[in-house]
């Protein structure tokens, strides 16, 4: 899997990296490596955190020493193939434009494109979900069309209600809870990527794959009303 | 239960917090100072990582509409039952219908009230923390308010050795030393950079909260054609990042990945002396190895098991 740089994050916690870049190639090797932690099970490790280009292992000094658990994790690094089956692709329904999506017209303005063309495009490809951060259950996508590329908003939101699809530069992606920020927001999913009190509070994971959906306002409604009842 | 008289400025249900979570982007939130939760819930005869009160600067007025029995532990607060001064880091029996004043804070800054059986709140995500930001967790997840009512489950008023159960709990003097372990990001900081960090002093800023605490002092420089971001990945308590210049340390509500470089992150035996640090507060930092961090924590856990036992051992072996 290549060569993994071991970066002591503290005493309870050491980064394994891959690279510094945001690379497909690079990310399926992190999440096949957070896998193969998880499936161990071992007790001295707490959790792992898969980001773009590195996994961050949360462990227990008392049960197993830093140089112990380096040549644990070294070992799953070596001979596994990358992850190579298909990801799970989960559908985000997305209601484009209106008062759920107030920037379209702007984004569409600046990409001159119609508020149509970015829809069609931001629902054609299938995103990749490099990692979750930021807020829970917060997607980094990669792979939006850079034909729909936006700077960020001037003055950001104070107020970004929860389920607002955004656009920042060449990032798409989904805030779960309300939230402050300045992406340039086309549109809003009535789905809850986040609900604590679920017995799966995030809906997503990262590694799997995204698509949006194309809505409109009445389903929206009766979606919204749906996930309501289920909180 | 427990009838909030007063809130005090900040008091939060906090356990050991969150675990397992931080691969979806929730913050493991708990405990800013996992000794003093751990002393506090010895005493009061619990399990070390029971959920406890975290009590900021100026404690809450409490009745206790049960008997129980109850410690507090940490920062050197001013606590009455009854207008009778308490002492710190010791168990008492509070009497159904007494008051427990916990005052104002002396030294230190942080204190636990930890009582028998434990708080009957909820489990989110396999945890009683409560994440401020996120509103979630602990009692209903937000600080306590006048008037709340807080549910205890089947608590005991007296305990084993009850006139005995007692701990030390040192607090920082002076200037504290927070000892560090370089990395993970210490290649992006120049050598004079990294000097500076280890051999200045710094001030804790007026914005020092569960998140983060920001630090007053000399700029770090940073190595030639590093503009202080890199591609975000995962943090841990007591991460130093250098987001202009002077360090950021995460604490407990921290997020769970971040896009500035770290320097260093702080041993986690010396976590606690920085939650008992307030603004205005001066530090330094010195550098420690892994291993030398693995040995102090494993002292701690010693010590920790040895006030278990000895609280256990019936009274007339004492």
């Known amino acids: 899997m290549g060569n993994v740089r071991f970066l002591p994050c503290g005493d309870q916690a050491v980064t394994v990296e891959w690279g510094s870049t945001i690379d497909e190639h690079i990310n399926r090797q992190v999440h096949a490596f957070a896998r193969k932690v998880e499936e161990l099970s071992h007790p001295a490790i707490t959790e792992v955190v898969p980001t773009y280009r590195s996994a961050t292992v949360h462990y227990r000094p008392e049960v197993l020493s830093y140089e112990e658990l380096k040549q644990l994790l070294l070992s799953l690094t070596q001979g596994g193939p990358e992850e190579t089956e298909e990801l799970p692709v989960v559908e985000i329904p997305v209601c484009y434009g209106g008062e759920y999506g107030p920037d379209l017209e702007e984004v569409a303005q600046h990409c001159s494109l119609t508020p149509e063309e970015v829809i069609a495009r931001h629902t054609a490809p299938t995103y990749r979900i490099y990692m979750l951060g930021f807020t829970p259950g917060f997607p980094y996508l990669g792979g939006m069309d850079p034909s729909i590329a936006a700077p960020r908003r001037k003055e950001p939101r104070i107020h970004i209600p929860a389920g607002s699809v955004g656009i920042a530069g060449e990032q798409t992606g989904v805030y779960p809870i309300v939230s402050p920020g300045g992406w340039q927001l086309i549109g809003r999913t009535p789905l809850r990527l986040f609900d604590p009190q679920r017995e799966q509070p995030i809906l997503l994971s990262a590694g799997a794959g995204i698509r949006f959906v194309p809505i409109d306002e009445e389903t929206f409604r009766k979606m919204e009303e749906k996930e309501g009842k289920r909180a | ?318």
């Open chain 2, 1 to 318: 239960m427990i009838t909030v008289l007063q809130p005090g400025l900040l008091t939060t249900l906090q356990d050991e917090g969150r675990l397992g979570y931080q691969k979806y982007g929730v913050p493991v939130a708990g405990a800013m100072d996992s000794l003093a939760l751990h002393t506090a819930n010895l005493l009061a005869g619990n399990d070390m990582g029971e959920a406890c009160l975290e009590i900021t600067g100026l404690g809450p007025t409490l009745r206790f509409e049960t008997p129980v029995a109850f410690a507090l532990s940490g920062g050197e607060f001013s606590p009455t039952l009854d207008g009778v001064p308490l002492e710190m880091n010791r168990a008492y029996s509070a009497p159904k219908g007494s008051v427990l004043q916990v005052g104002a804070c002396k030294g230190g800054f942080r204190c636990y009230l930890a009582v028998n059986g434990g708080f009957d709140v909820p489990l989110v995500m396999n945890s009683r923390s409560t994440y401020l930001k996120g509103a979630f967790g602990g009692f209903q997840g937000r600080a306590i308010q006048k008037g709340d009512t807080l549910p205890l489950r089947e608590p005991q008023f007296w305990l084993n050795a009850m006139d005995k159960r007692s701990a030390s709990y040192p607090l920082p003097e002076g200037v504290p030393v927070i000892h560090v372990i370089m990395g993970p990001q210490d290649d992006c900081f120049s050598s004079r950079g990294k000097r500076t960090f280890l051999q200045k002093e710094y001030t804790l800023g007026q914005s020092c909260d569960r998140m983060g605490y920001r630090l007053e002092g000399p700029a770090i420089e940073r190595s030639e054609g590093f503009d202080g971001n890199i591609l975000s990945d995962g943090v841990a308590m007591g991460s130093v990042q250098v987001p202009d210049g002077t360090p950021l340390i995460m604490m407990a509500d921290r997020q769970t990945t971040g896009g500035y470089g770290k320097i260093a992150t702080v041993a986690s035996f010396d976590l606690p002396v920085l939650a008992q640090c307030r603004p205005g507060d001066r530090i330094t930092f010195a550098a420690i190895t892994t291993e030398e961090a693995h040995q102090e924590m494993a002292k701690r856990r010693r010590a920790l098991s040895a006030l278990r036992d000895a609280l256990e051992m019936p009274p007339g072996l004492w």
